[in-house]
């Protein structure tokens, strides 16, 4: 949902840097892209489209400058123009803004500044930001003054960056969007320092990080870097280290990094269960989680973080604990009764702005908070009273495929960690093998060929039960983002209760019948209605059941614990979708309408 970046101490490397960044943030938006750089001059360049389009735009100006910014847009305020790309600028040219998020009281920021003569040529919120700079410096601050004196006026979600005519120090702010600052001040006489949204924009030039609160201002310039609070005190900050490769953020020779991502699960699934999992003694520890001890669960989350959510809900409701799962854009509308339940927002990003507003709601409730997330430093890792990070790395495919396997490995060792559930040494064997598992799926599996069948299909369905239901929900969630095909999940149960009348000879039919006991034989049932309507069967099975007499195709997993099929069932319909996808020629990383990182309501 919109990328910034910003950059000091790389002299004539400057737009190299900035463009570099913009491409490992292209994932959070890219209707548009641009980067502004400070000399004794602003001078910016900005195109609608990819970042290749602004790659080529740069090729025929000469723009320079030992300071910049830059900013990958996914739009809100205004359609994808080149007047709306990032950075804006106020009237007289000299200072340049990129922001990420909403600013919520932009109309009448607008309204006032135009009543006092200010020119707009942009549709979008962004733009008040520098005219209100242009107005303190007018009035007589210093730079850095004007920026927080504009800053202060904001409502809403931000992260900013302002670059100002003859000046190279960087500005920048946040308020409930990300940001992060890079410090690469090792070799004396060459430190550089860096703003982004997230970290892979400058992970190639540096692995130390300094993540900035809501309400914190810093500057950057070649003499260093300070943070302050709202108020102008200086901020003591920690400068961690990130503990990701940057070829990590890579393709490493896959067409898409989805199917990188996909293929990067057996690993993902292993630095999740690194030092948290003890087989012999049949103990997980997952750090000072361990006495939480919930009487209840609600889980908040979203996409596909909800269908993880759904999964962890059932497996604390076979452990005897009351869960449920909310998706948290509904959370705050009608808010269930807390009691001391914890609750619980699932995030990959640890961002989304409709689960930390979910979390929030529950926080001033009196609630207690879990994070389970991917990103150390996040939001949503800071706001909770615990966070469990699930260990996927990073993930730059927009659909997410690995970090919803980790997700579920996790919720798996948050069950077995807080509560007494009968069976561990199995599960803790099962999510042992995981690894394995999912290699011998990707080593062997079938799913190209049954994309290929299937590919010109009308619309594609998936079913399952109990635990395989989420995955039914995830299977037709991928199919439709990165496909752009119609793909609906359902509990397969419910199938029969009006689905069953879109069922027809051109809807193949994904079931996910694994094990062999009641629920797979009642899915079987469901099976058979659709084969009765002409539908074509493709069963995800173990083989331990006899789905395979009713299926057209197979897409086999390995026999394991139910609770770590529904990961490996989750690995066939992945490849599926992503080879449809492919055949059909889609943008699979990032697909049309969507962004990784949702951070607005
Ligand atoms: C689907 C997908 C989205 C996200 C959702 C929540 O492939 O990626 O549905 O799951 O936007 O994102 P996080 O997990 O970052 O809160």
Redesign the pocket.
């Known amino acids: 949902m919109c990328g910034i970046i910003g950059c000091v101490g790389r002299e004539d490397e400057t737009l190299d840097v900035l463009v570099h960044g913009l491409s490992k943030l292209e994932y959070r938006g890219y209707d548009s892209a641009g980067v502004a750089l400070s000399g004794e001059r602003v001078d910016v360049c900005k195109k609608s489209g990819k970042i290749e389009d602004l790659r080529e735009a740069l090729e025929s100006r000469s723009i320079g400058g030992a300071a910049g910014i830059g900013h990958t847009r996914w739009s809100t305020h205004g359609p994808p123009t080149d007047a709306n790309a990032h950075p804006h600028l106020d009237c007289s040219g000299d200072v340049a803004v990129v922001h990420n998020g909403i600013i919520e009281n932009y109309q009448s920021l607008r309204d006032e500044l135009v009543a006092a003569g200010h020119t707009f040529k942009s549709d979008t919120d962004t733009e008040v930001v520098p005219h209100l700079v242009e107005d303190a410096l007018a009035d007589g601050l210093d730079n850095e003054a004007a920026v927080r004196e504009a800053i202060s006026r904001l409502e809403g979600s931000y992260a900013v960056a302002a670059a100002v005519s003859g000046d190279d120090t960087i500005y920048t702010a946040r308020n409930d969007s990300p940001l992060v600052l890079g410090i690469d001040d090792e070799a004396e006489g060459q430190e550089a320092y860096y703003l982004a949204s997230d970290v892979p924009a400058f992970r190639d030039f540096t692995d130390r990080v300094v993540y900035l609160a809501d309400g914190e201002f810093a500057t950057l310039s070649a003499e260093g870097w300070t943070v302050t609070d709202e108020d102008g005190d200086p901020v003591d900050k920690d400068v961690d280290t990130v503990d990701w490769d940057p070829e990590e953020t890579g393709k490493s020779g896959y067409d898409h990094f989805m199917l990188k991502e996909i293929h990067e699960q057996p690993r993902a699934i292993r630095q999740c269960l690194r030092g948290r999992v003890d087989e012999m003694a049949a103990t997980v520890d997952i750090g000072d989680l361990g006495d939480l001890s919930p009487t209840g669960v609600q889980f908040v ?6 269908h993880a959510a759904l999964y962890g809900a059932q497996l604390l409701r076979n452990a005897g604990i009351p869960a449920q799962a909310f998706l948290a854009s509904e959370y705050a509308t009608s808010p269930p009764p807390i009691g001391d339940a914890l609750v619980v927002g ?7 702005a409709d ?1 930390l507003s979910a979390l929030r709601e529950a926080r001033k409730r009196g609630a207690r908070t879990l994070a389970v997330t991917n990103t150390v430093g996040s939001t949503v890792a800071r706001e909770c009273d615990h966070a469990l990070y699930i260990r996927a790395g990073p993930e730059i495919g ?3 495929s690995k ?1 919803f396997a980790s997700q579920l490995a996790a919720l798996n060792l948050f069950t077995l960690g807080t509560t007494r559930v009968e069976g561990k040494r199995d599960v803790i064997g099962a999510l042992r093998d995981l690894p394995s598992d999912i290699q011998a799926i990707l080593d062997d599996s079938n799913a190209e060929a049954v994309a290929d069948t299937y590919v010109d299909s009308d619309a594609y369905f998936f079913i399952g039960r109990g635990l395989q239901y989420p995955v039914a929900l995830e299977g037709a ?2 199919m439709k ?1 990165i496909t752009y095909k119609h793909a609906e999940g359902f509990a397969a149960g419910e199938l029969k209760h009006g689905p069953l009348a879109l069922v027809t000879e051109d809807t193949p039919v994904f079931a996910v019948v694994t094990g062999d006991g009641e629920m797979a034989r009642k899915t079987i049932g469901n099976v058979k209605e659709v084969e009765a309507r002409d539908a074509p069967v493709v069963a995800v099975t173990d083989g331990q059941s006899d789905v395979e007499r009713y299926a057209d195709h197979v897409l086999e997993v390995p026999e394991t614990h139910p609770q770590a099929a529904a990961v490996l069932a989750n690995v066939q319909l992945q490849l599926v979708s992503y080879y449809v996808a492919d055949e059909l020629g889609r943008s699979i990383d990032k697909p049309r309408n969507l962004a ?3 951070t607005v309501e």
């Not at 989350?301 to 909800?306: D, E, K, R, V």
């Not at 699932?346 to 989304?352: A, K, L, N």
């Open positions: 989350a979203c996409g596909t973080s909800y699932v995030t990959q990003s640890g961002e989304t689960t927009v659909a997410a970090t969630l991928k983002e990784k990182s949702v």
